[in-house]
């Protein structure tokens, strides 16, 4: 069975950073990628990044340039260093796991339980 486990989450001061962790475990068949997504209150949940099996990583515009996503695969471990902090990347914090199940698409399959990112002015 897999499970995502969050943590890292927290409250900070506006310009402030935190580190985002993400531990897996269990068996992903047709792994492609993972990612971090976000859903702020009263809002859908959106894309904040991603890493492919490759390296290759994806940023949302409105993250770009302040987040960074990484991995560390010998700790089955997928990080977020988010630094300058805005009152907008206020959320809870979602690790996903991305699978191929319809070629050639990439897809979340996985999610974990989340984690509060708060920022404050």
């Known amino acids: 069975q897999v499970q995502l486990v969050e943590s890292g989450g927290g409250s900070v001061q506006a310009g402030g950073s935190l580190k985002l962790s993400c531990t897996a475990s269990g068996y992903i068949s047709s792994s492609c990628g993972m990612g971090w997504y976000r859903q702020a209150p009263g809002k859908e949940r959106e894309l904040v990044s991603t890493?492919?099996?490759?390296?290759?990583?994806t940023y949302a515009h409105s993250v770009k340039g302040r987040f960074t996503i990484s991995q560390d695969n010998t700790k089955n471990t997928l990080y977020l260093q988010m630094t300058s902090l805005k009152t907008e990347d206020t959320a809870v914090y979602y690790c996903a796991a991305l699978t191929i199940r319809v070629i050639p698409r990439c897809d979340v399959t996985y999610w974990g339980q989340g984690t509060q990112v708060t920022v404050s002015s």
């Open positions: 890493i492919n099996n490759f390296g290759t990583t």
